[in-house]
T-cell receptor
Framework: AQSVTQPDIHITVSEGASLELRCNYS??????LFWYVQSPGQGLQLLLK??????LVQGIKGFEAEFKRSQSSFNLRKPSVHWSDAAEYFC??????????????FGRGTQLTVWP | ETGVTQSPTHLIKTRGQQVTLRCSSQ?????VSWYQQALGQGPQFIFQ???????GRGNFPPRFSGLQFPNYSSELNVNALELDDSALYLC????????????FGPGTRLTVL
């Protein structure tokens, strides 16, 4: 069965420090992969996506993610965190074919706290 | 370009009641998906509608049902509410030509007492 795992429930970093949020997926084939961010009282905003091709993808707000097939991972990174990045981050996957095409499977999320 | 909108923002119901949540999709989008996000969890796929028909369903009982209208807006109906139905319900719209990329509304917070 398809699943997405985010091992870290809560991460705290200082403003200006680098950030890496982990995501692992379990799929029969290479899925489409996404990172979303959710601020309190708001819906999910897409940060970046991976469909195929270059394994390092750039997103909005200075975020990037690297797809590693051998590790079934799609970790999110940012070189310097800003206080406004404090939010909950969700990794999601979708099948690239078949009956579950178009469904997003989400991890349970990582809550990011940024210290000033 | 208008984004995805949902109504109402918040809702309080009692166990056994029925509820209808509404979603207007983003302009140009023809597919709507609904997700349930329980507190402290990631969103879970409920179902998807395309061309006014259900096009895939997650692991939710039949008391969760939906509709999609000709203008691509959608409703989520939940009958016989249970306490565990308390959650944030998210609607996402997409266009079938852009597989997997979904745009989310702000959600409806449902509390069942």
């Amino acid at each position: 069965a398809q699943s997405v795992t985010q091992p870290d429930i809560h991460i705290t970093v200082s403003e200006g420090a680098s950030l890496e949020l982990r995501c692992n997926y379990s799929y029969g084939a290479t899925p489409y992969l996404f990172w979303y961010v959710q601020s309190p009282g708001q819906g999910l905003q897409l940060l970046l996506k991976y469909f195929s091709g270059d394994t390092l993808v750039q997103g909005i707000k200075g975020f990037e993610a690297e797809f590693k097939r051998s590790q079934s991972s799609f970790n999110l990174r940012k070189p310097s965190v800003h206080w406004s990045d404090a939010a909950e981050y969700f990794c999601a996957a979708s099948a690239d074919r078949g009956s579950t095409l178009g469904r997003l499977y989400f991890g349970r999320g990582t809550q990011l706290t940024v210290w000033p | 370009e208008t984004g995805v909108t949902q109504s109402p923002t918040h809702l309080i119901k009692t166990r056994g009641q029925q509820v209808t949540l509404r979603c207007s999709s983003q302009s140009g989008h023809n597919t709507v998906s609904w997700y349930q996000q329980a507190l402290g969890q990631g969103p879970q796929f409920i179902f998807q509608y395309y061309r006014e028909e259900e096009n895939g369903r997650g692991n939710f009982p039949p008391r969760f049902s939906g509709l999609q209208f000709p203008n691509y807006s959608s409703e989520l109906n939940v009958n016989a509410l249970e306490l565990d139905d308390s959650a944030l319900y998210l609607c996402a719209s997409s266009y079938t030509g852009e597989l997997g990329e979904q745009f989310f509304g702000p959600g409806t917070r449902l509390t069942v007492l």
